[in-house]
């Protein structure tokens, strides 16, 4: 749906501190800037975070394993400034602002509680103990502004013995039991990569919080602090096999690309380099539109071994040979229209090309176009939903370090211009790293 | 408008019309019933919900009262059943949809429009709704009518390009990962939306979210590379095994463990396993000698003989120690006797008729208010069980629903 709306959008007015780092606490900042509210990352000129605007500093273009792969920077290229240029950072930070404070100290604090005053709220997803550093917890936020809502979003949460247990997305799907059920058939876990739902599913849950802390707030004028552990919240995505085992104590392995409903089913190779189909055949009809239909084969559609379901998971794996013998003949995207035109649930295994190029993403508006200082134009993902009374549309793309500095001292803050450079030479105000040593 | 200043729950003075089955709508809406919201789910008459019928069953027992998918996805809802092919059935509708602030649904594409209860008819009633419809592609475009589910989905949308081992088939991820943030999405734009009715004075809205582009949207793998093809040209590829120097997945004695590895990392590694004198020598002294990706395998052997003599929970705490990034693969039944979960009472027993008290995933958030006490999550609902609770809060006499049942339409 393209929206025709040119109303407000709901967040506008809303302002919220955002002290995320990495991705989860970034991915809810962004739906929630997406739709209106002023999210200003509060970074520091003398601390470099690690992974949230790139693995280091000052990576080398031709070391790219020390970059975190130069595929991260435009044309191979770092450039003077790398954070700004980082693609995982790009990627979440458009319709964001970004003032840089230090706040380990005092006048960094005294900074940050001005700030806090004028604002609804504050985002943070970092391990405790280093938001205890700088005291940036619930008893101090709602001391300096009780209608303010705070969300915090460690991977573990805020108690318990894994309180400072330092994760990524990656390692808290391990512990919540992720790959005990992702994997390849009969092979043990070292080759199922990893995956990072867990970021996705926690930045969804941020941005829900605190809309529900807003509401709240708006109803009894008093703040809200909501804990989100983001290994928690992720367990639920696993809600069905944690039922299987609380009522039959049963743990499945590794299913690999198939199912006990449905039957075939798998991912299979298609024409070219690293092109891939999903097929998932969901009922006996759907196996005879396939097998006769589609692949042409009579000889398949009418073999009563293939009849059934039970039958058909029986010789799954010579099924598995007779459609990959007709898929790497075809073409992937043209395979999943043929396939989904005669009622068969196919997917192409879309690589980023396949994303941009496709006309359903298309025809519905999903790219928007942003430029960039320092980084450029391109396409950027639209809103997580369309909404038909409200425009989808991006405001600005990703802020470089610092970028909004003078909007954030003098504007909001009210600093003169001496006290703004005065905040300059002292390390709080810039848009290029200072490091201490060991940051 | 005015607002209940005594409430408990974000949510709790919301009520939520509920015409969303299968997974992704219901996720939605068991959060924003976990968030305090009156979710009164309406299901057909005899087999409710498809989700009723789909495994796990409690004991292995088909029955419409016996799904474990259906008992995690509809905690803190009403259920009421209603035949929406009859008149009678969509009058009641929307009769409730006046006392709601909340509708989401997940028919396909075009069947509410088809049964007169689209939004253009809806908002005639409430203007002030706000109307959420979950669909695998979205309401319109080429793909509108195709058949969405987890696996194809997730290989369109979602990372599987870079998910699984690159000399092996790309790798669906566990779960219903698509669904469940396709259900965030719902419950949020609700969220949103009636924020936007309340607080800034709007009318409804109408939100359509579509799976295929919640995943596409997500910041697993797929955002990230998605902006790198564009400044680059670069088509990510599956990581599989160990892709840097001292990760990949390690043999433990009781299972395995996932480590991050990489130059950064890998002195802390080396301290971790005691192995310090190694660092004096140039080839690991050096980000330049650690970044070799000859070295995988090299490494291997330094660091598998220790983790096979731990377990894997004494790797965890040996990472945290030296600050190593990793975590154990973990079991369900690691799980429910994980000195986390357990310290933080994070699971949630919950009885039913059909299963007793057996335990739940907990709440996906705490809120921290003094002296307040939250309620606990209610059972998932009985196929109609609060069928007459429903109607008679619109006004209807028990003759009046006794009708209904002999109609069929309830």
Redesign the interface.
């Known amino acids: 749906?393209v929206s025709t709306?040119s109303?407000?959008l709901?967040?506008?007015g809303v302002r919220i501190l955002d002290i995320t780092v990495v991705?989860?606490g970034?991915?809810g900042t962004?739906?929630l800037a997406d739709?209106g509210a002023e999210i200003i990352r509060i970074e520091s000129i003398k601390h470099f975070p690690?992974t949230t605007r790139g693995?280091?500093p000052y990576p080398d273009r031709n070391?790219p394993?020390?970059g975190g792969?130069?595929?991260?920077?435009?044309?191979?290229e770092p450039g003077k400034r790398p954070w700004n240029?980082w693609?995982?950072f790009?990627?979440?930070a458009r319709n964001k602002r970004s003032m840089t404070v230090d706040l380990r100290r005092p006048e960094g604090q005294e900074v940050f509680d001005r700030l806090l005053r004028i604002s609804d709220g504050v985002m943070e997803n970092n391990v405790p103990i280093s938001m205890e550093r700088v005291n940036v917890t619930?008893e101090r936020v709602h001391e300096v502004n009780p209608r303010a809502i705070m969300i915090r979003q460690p991977a573990?949460?805020i108690?318990?013995?894994?309180k400072?247990?330092?994760?990524?997305?990656?390692?808290?799907?391990?512990?919540?039991?992720?790959?005990?059920?992702?994997?390849?058939r009969d092979e043990?876990?070292?080759?199922?990569?990893?995956?990072?739902?867990a970021?996705?599913?926690g930045?969804?849950?941020g941005?829900?919080?605190f809309?529900?802390?807003?509401?709240?707030r708006?109803?009894?004028?008093e703040g809200?602090?909501?804990?989100?552990?983001t290994a928690?919240?992720f367990?639920?995505?696993?809600?069905?096999?944690?039922?299987?085992?609380?009522?039959?104590g049963?743990?499945p392995g590794h299913?690999?690309?198939r199912?006990?409903?449905y039957a075939p089913?798998?991912?299979?190779?298609c024409l070219g380099d690293?092109r891939?189909?999903?097929?998932?055949v969901?009922s006996d009809e759907a196996w005879q539109a396939l097998a006769g239909t589609v692949m042409q084969r009579p000889d398949l559609a009418s073999d009563s071994r293939f009849a059934t379901l039970a039958g058909r998971q029986e010789h799954h794996d010579e099924l598995d040979v007779e459609l990959l013998t007709w898929t790497v003949t075809q073409d992937a995207i043209e395979a999943?229209n043929l396939l989904?035109a005669n009622?068969?649930?196919?997917?192409?295994?879309?690589?980023?090309?396949d994303?941009?190029a496709d006309?359903?993403?298309q025809?519905?508006g999903?790219w928007e176009e942003l430029t960039a200082e320092e980084v450029g134009t391109?396409?950027?993902?639209?809103t997580?939903?369309?909404?038909?009374?409200?425009p989808r549309r991006h405001r600005w793309g990703p802020p470089r370090m610092g970028e909004d500095n003078e909007y954030v001292y003098k504007e909001l803050l009210g600093f003169s211009d001496a006290e703004y450079k005065e905040y300059e030479a002292a390390g709080h105000i810039g848009m290029d790293y200072d490091l201490d040593p060991g940051d | 408008m005015t607002l209940e200043p005594t409430s408990i729950m974000p949510l709790d003075d919301v009520r939520v019309i509920d015409l969303t089955h299968r997974t992704a709508g219901p996720f939605g809406t068991r959060i924003l019933g976990d968030y305090g919201a009156d979710v009164i789910k309406i299901e057909r008459p005899e087999t409710g919900d498809p989700t009723r019928s789909m495994p796990p069953f409690y004991k292995d027992e088909p029955g419409l009262e016996r799904s474990g998918l259906f008992m995690f996805l509809n905690t803190n809802k009403r259920s009421m059943t209603l035949d929406l092919k009859s008149e009678r059935g969509r009058e009641i509708v929307k009769e409730l949809v006046k006392g709601a602030q909340i509708v989401v649904e997940s028919f396909s594409p075009g069947t509410m429009d088809a049964i007169g209860l689209g939004y253009e008819d809806l908002k005639k009633i409430n203007p002030k709704l706000v109307m959420t419809s979950v669909s695998n592609y979205g309401q319109d475009g080429p793909y509108r009518d195709y058949i969405g589910i987890e696996l194809n989905l997730y290989a369109m949308g979602g990372s599987m390009t870079s998910s699984g081992d690159v000399d092996n088939e790309p790798l669906k991820t566990a779960g219903r990962m698509v669904s469940y943030h396709a259900g965030y999405a719902a419950a949020l734009a609700s969220a949103l939306g009636l924020f936007q009715v309340e607080f800034r004075d709007a009318d409804g809205d109408y939100m359509d979210v579509s799976i295929f582009e919640t995943a596409m949207h997500s910041i697993d793998m797929r955002l990230g590379r998605l902006m790198g093809y564009q400044y680059t040209g670069h088509i990510g590829t599956r990581p599989g095994r160990a892709v840097a120097v001292g990760g990949g997945v390690h043999p433990c004695s009781d299972g395995f463990f996932l480590m991050t590895g990489g130059p950064r990392f890998i002195p802390n590694i080396i301290r971790m396993i005691g192995m310090e004198e190694l660092l004096e020598q140039p080839e690991w002294g050096t980000a330049e000698g650690r970044a070799n990706p000859d070295r995988i395998d090299e490494f291997l052997a330094h660091i598998i003989p220790w983790t096979l003599e731990r377990t894997k929970e004494e790797v965890r705490a040996a990472c945290e120690e030296f600050a190593v990034l990793g975590g154990p693969l973990n079991t369900i039944e690691d799980l429910v006797n994980n000195p986390q979960f357990v310290a933080r009472n994070y699971f949630q027993e919950i009885d039913h008729p059909t299963t007793g008290p057996i335990k739940y995933p907990g709440y996906h958030n705490r809120m921290h208010r003094e002296g307040v006490d939250f309620p606990k999550r209610r059972r998932p609902p009985l196929l109609g069980e609060h069928t007459d609770e429903v109607l008679s809060e619109i006004g209807l006499s028990a003759d009046a629903i006794a009708a209904l049942r002999k109609d069929g339409v309830v």
């Open positions: 749906m709306g109303r407000r709901p967040l506008e991705w989860a970034p991915y962004q739906v739709w690690p693995m280091m070391m394993s020390l792969g130069s595929a991260q920077f435009p044309d191979h240029r693609a995982s790009n990627a979440h619930w573990f949460g108690d318990g013995p894994y400072n247990y330092r994760t990524f997305g990656s390692h808290m799907a391990a512990v919540v039991g992720h790959y005990s059920f992702m994997g390849y043990d876990p070292s080759m199922t990569g990893n995956t990072l739902t970021d996705a599913a930045g969804a849950a941005a829900l919080a809309s529900a802390g807003l509401r709240h708006e109803k009894t004028g809200l602090f909501i804990e989100l552990s928690e919240n367990m639920t995505y696993l809600g069905d096999q944690f039922m299987d085992y609380s009522m039959n049963r743990q299913q690999g690309n199912d006990p409903q089913q798998g991912v299979y190779p690293d891939w189909i999903a097929i998932s969901q999943m989904q009622n068969i649930a196919a997917g192409t295994v879309m690589a980023e090309s994303a941009y006309p359903h993403m025809a519905r999903f391109h396409l950027y993902t639209s997580l939903w369309t909404a038909k009374n409200t």
